[in-house]
């Protein structure tokens, strides 16, 4: 995919001029102003400005300093046909990435441009970093800023260098596949290949071919000899979904790869040596299928060199609003769709709702919100039925407890106004010990109104 280029100059022919100079490496966009620019901005997502000095209305420095309050990792190129060292200094100073002086050559514009490109990629790593300090984060995808998120990331950027095995442990829909994906980000193999394979989706008589490939003749429909997923993954990491479903035959030549380094294709005699880093995840309870005899336990212990538990949705609810956030913006582009966030009401209900399919069924939730919204906001209505009717559950417990305290405080008034004001009297008359009805008074707002007339 091409980089995206804005393009802001009042006159037509610089802008297609410079069009012309990018469009061979570049998606250009050009606006005749920067009011016209600004609002394209909350749009589109773009790796570059280029942007003329004097133009009518806001010019280029004026632009310059709103761009860097609305999208400051995104550097902006100034040209103009007016070059001083004055204005040069000025635009410098206000943050612009270079300057260019009209006329200017084409391949200095287009090596100018790739290098600012370059430049915000750089910003935007380090602005990841920044969040991560500060302790809201977004790294390879994982979002949030929970303490067990925070623990979780920690884990996985101390062992990623290693090639250890890691067992992933966790509902489905935690985002399993997203934390190995982490690692293997994180890791020296990041270069290298990263496949998945999902154990419980193999018919037991391929899952070996699958894991390790045959020969030609291998078996009946072995027309050709085939890698199988450890020769592809190669120099990379494989990540074993559902790992509890391997079958009881494949578990010790699972234990083999780990421990010696070496698999056997199906109808072959010849170890191959592998250079994979494995990663299993399994959202069963893989000790108890051990004890049950279910699952070796040397097999066990060796994946679990680094057990990594990844909490449910319910567990992390501080982290909703973020992946809410984040998902929007994934899907909006994907789906053409302006980046909406939930309204108020829908927001309770979001936070409110216990989410069994975690991560999973939220990213779900948010893709039907988007393609089905009308107005500014993703209202309640535009979610599943089950979010809608949580929903209206909140909103039915906020009228039962706003009548109830309605009429708790005109009990209570009516019961002031019969003792005189004397809170010991209302006591005896309500039946309340005193500090009980103290209480209720102070919720209400009535302990001036109530204070014990009879006390000196």
Avoid: C
Avoid at 135 to 144: I, L, N, W
Avoid at 350 to 371: Q, T
Avoid at 407 to 429: C, H, P, Q, S, T
Wanted: net charge neutral.
């Amino acid at each position: 995919m091409k980089l995206r280029v804005m393009v802001i100059d009042d006159l037509d022919s610089a802008r297609q001029m410079v069009k012309r100079a990018l469009s061979r490496s570049f998606d250009v966009y050009d606006f005749a102003s920067v009011a016209e620019a600004l609002p394209a901005l909350d749009r589109a997502e773009f790796d570059v400005i280029v942007t003329d000095l004097r133009m009518p209305g806001i010019d280029g420095l004026e632009g310059l300093k709103r761009f860097q309050v609305k999208v400051p990792e995104i550097p902006v190129i100034i040209m103009t046909a007016f070059a001083t060292v004055e204005t040069a200094v000025e635009a410098m100073k206000a943050g612009a990435f270079d300057y260019l002086k009209k006329p200017f050559d084409p391949e200095e514009l287009e090596v100018m441009v790739q290098r600012a490109a370059e430049h915000g990629a750089l910003r935007r790593e380090n602005r990841t970093l920044k969040q991560q300090l500060s302790g809201t984060f977004s790294v390879q995808g994982m979002v949030g800023k929970s303490q067990s998120m925070k623990e979780i990331i920690s884990i996985a950027e101390r062992i990623a260098p290693s090639d250890v095995p890691v067992l992933i442990e966790g509902e489905s829909g935690t985002g399993k596949d997203v934390l190995a994906r982490t690692i293997h980000g994180l890791s020296g193999r990041a270069k290298g290949p990263y496949l998945a394979l999902n154990m419980s989706a193999i018919p037991e008589n391929l899952a070996e071919s699958e894991l390790f490939g045959h020969e030609k003749g291998a078996f009946s429909g072995a027309d050709q000899a085939r890698k199988g997923f450890f020769a592809e993954a190669d120099g990379g990491t494989l990540f074993l979904d559902e790992i509890g479903m391997l079958s009881p035959l494949l578990q010790p030549k699972l234990l083999r790869v780990l421990q010696d380094g070496e698999f056997i294709p199906v109808g072959s005699r010849k170890p191959q040596k592998s250079n994979v880093r494995v990663v299993a995840a399994t959202n069963e309870n893989l000790k108890k299928a051990v004890q049950d005899g279910k699952f070796r336990e040397d097999l066990w212990y060796r994946l679990r060199v680094v057990p990594m538990r990844l909490p449910p949705l319910r567990e992390r609810r501080e982290d909703i609003p973020l992946l809410i956030e984040h998902l929007v913006q994934k899907h909006a582009v994907r789906l053409s769709r302006p980046p909406l966030m939930p309204d108020a009401e829908a927001m309770r209900a979001l936070l409110d709702h216990s989410w069994p399919g975690n991560i999973r069924e939220l990213e779900h939730a948010i893709e039907r919100a988007l393609l089905l919204a009308r107005g500014d906001h993703l209202a309640v209505g535009d979610f599943p039925p089950e979010i809608a009717a949580r929903a209206a559950e909140i909103a039915g417990e906020g009228r039962y407890r706003a009548a109830r305290d309605a009429w708790e405080r005109k009990y209570l008034e009516d019961l002031l106004r019969e003792a005189g004001g004397a809170v010991g009297k209302a006591a005896e008359l309500s039946g309340l010990h005193r500090s009980t009805l103290y209480e209720k008074l102070a919720r209400h707002g009535l302990v001036e109104a109530g204070r014990d007339k009879d006390s000196p």
